[in-house]
Nanobody, 123 residues
């Protein structure tokens, strides 16, 4: 089992930046591939970014590539999502997720989820 707690969300103007953190507790953090997903009102949860257990492999949704960066610090049991050049369409609840399987862009492959943090980008 692993418990995930996101932080760092908030309100930002278009073009601004935010950094999200996901603190993990429980089983060894380095055992998990990590992902970030988001869900806007009335929309399905969608993939944002994912990172392998060792941090070598990283994947991004096309809509955020070049603007968002996923990273992890296994010594600190923390996963990060740095977001820049934010757009109003980035507004959503952002969720951190962990899987014991190989890194994936598909929500259903993730076993554990955080409670989410709201990101709101004003125009």
């Amino acid at each position: 089992q692993v418990q995930l707690v996101e932080s760092g969300g908030g309100l930002v103007q278009a073009g601004g930046s935010l950094s999200l953190s996901c603190a993990a507790s429980g089983r060894t953090f380095s055992s998990y591939a990590m992902g970030w997903f988001r869900q806007a009102p009335g929309k399905e949860r969608e993939f944002v970014a994912a990172i392998s257990r060792d941090g070598v492999s990283r994947y991004y949704a096309g809509s955020v590539k070049g603007r968002f960066t996923i990273s992890r610090d296994n010594a600190k049991n923390t996963n990060y999502l740095q977001m820049k050049s934010l757009k109003p369409e980035d507004t959503a609840v952002y969720y951190c997720a962990a899987t014991t399987k190989a890194v994936s862009t598909t929500p259903h492959t993730y076993d554990f989820w955080g409670q989410g943090t709201q990101v709101t980008v004003s125009s």
